[in-house]
């Protein structure tokens, strides 16, 4: 496990939201990106979470009043299955482009079968 400070995740965080292509960027809605030291005790080892609804699922009235998905990354997991600051900034980067998708309305097979599982 690296040892890296919460404040260097969260530039590798914001790094991996600055590889997100433009025109994807300005097409989330109402979403925002945190980041936790630990996943939730049922699925330690979870390096990602999306929770809200997905952009494909939302009907005409939708945000009215609505609180704003919620992208999590977590760093203590990420940071057990990383050998250097390299590999957490691509692992980072995969993990954010996975939970963005999940926003999307793009599914964990679809996901898989793209390569971004």
Known sequence: MIDMSREDFEDAVRDGLDRIPDELAARMD?????????????????????EGVPLTERGEFWAAGSLPDRITIFRRPTLAICEDRDEVAEEVAVTVVHEIAHHFGIDDERLHELGWA
């Open 30 to 50: 109402n979403v925002v990106v945190l980041v936790e030291d630990d996943a939730p005790a049922d699925d330690p080892e979870l390096l990602g979470l999306y």
